[in-house]
């Protein structure tokens, strides 16, 4: 199976910084890599599909890429609204599989 | 309005089982993959079980054997069998619709439902 990682496991960050979120996968995954916002309490909500492309609604500030093995999530300009938990997604044939989750606060 | 929304959590003693549902409404299950996935108490997302469009359906190594999932096209929902509960089973449960064509990407979620396994 497809193991996912992540890091860091959490950061806090200013208001209107970069954040930048890693993902890597065990194997060679294309670009079959998704990424999650979920809020505390609240169903996650995807932002990001085939690595690089925002779902439809999702503010242009954050944004996805790689392909392969290793992957970024980027949200430019942070804001309050984003703090989060972030998850990584992956889909093999008949398995899916999350990352661990980057916990995102404001400092 | 394009939503899911699950029911069916609550406490139940281990070894016991549980059927979840989830009601569908602005798009047709049956013609969509939909999946199950669950979150422990201050955990991470734990994909549980999915069903194809075609029918077919697939659960991790964790709970296979143990959850089934199922759909009933004509009520247009889905649901979690849920059987031999354990205590490593209580979580926050999300059904989710599969996008195949967005690299297996879950667009749309519920609300989830609590299950608490306790004695």
């Known amino acids: 199976d497809i193991q996912m990682t992540q890091s860091p496991s959490s950061l806090s960050a200013s208001v209107g910084d970069r954040v930048t979120i890693t993902c890597q996968a065990s194997?060679?995954?294309?670009?079959?890599l998704n990424w999650y916002q979920q809020k505390p309490g609240k169903a996650p909500k995807l932002l990001i599909y085939?690595?690089?492309n925002l779902q439809t609604g999702v503010p242009s500030r954050f944004s996805g890429s790689g392909s392969g093995t290793d992957f970024t999530f980027t949200i430019t300009n942070l804001q309050p609204e984003d703090i989060a938990t972030y998850y990584c997604q992956h889909h093999d044939n008949f398995l899916f599989t999350f990352g661990p989750g980057t916990k995102v606060d404001i400092k | 309005e394009v939503q899911l929304v699950e029911t069916g959590g609550g406490l139940i003693q281990p070894g016991g089982s549980l059927r979840l549902s989830c009601a569908a409404s602005g798009f047709t299950v049956s013609s969509n993959y939909m999946t199950w996935v669950r979150q422990a108490p201050g955990k991470g997302l734990e994909w549980v079980s999915v069903?194809?469009?075609?029918?077919?359906?697939y659960s991790p190594d964790s709970v296979k054997g143990r959850f089934t999932i199922s759909r009933d096209h004509s009520k247009n929902m889905v649901y979690l069998q849920m059987n031999s509960l354990r205590a490593e089973d209580t979580a926050v449960y999300y059904c989710?619709?599969?996008?195949?064509?967005?690299?297996?990407?879950?667009?749309?979620w519920g609300q989830g439902t609590m299950v608490i396994v306790a004695s």
């Open positions: 085939a690595a690089s």
């Open positions: 194997q060679d995954i294309s670009n079959y």
């Open positions: 069903i194809f469009s075609g029918g077919n359906t």
């Open positions: 989710a619709r599969v996008t195949v064509t967005k690299t297996g990407a879950f667009d749309i």
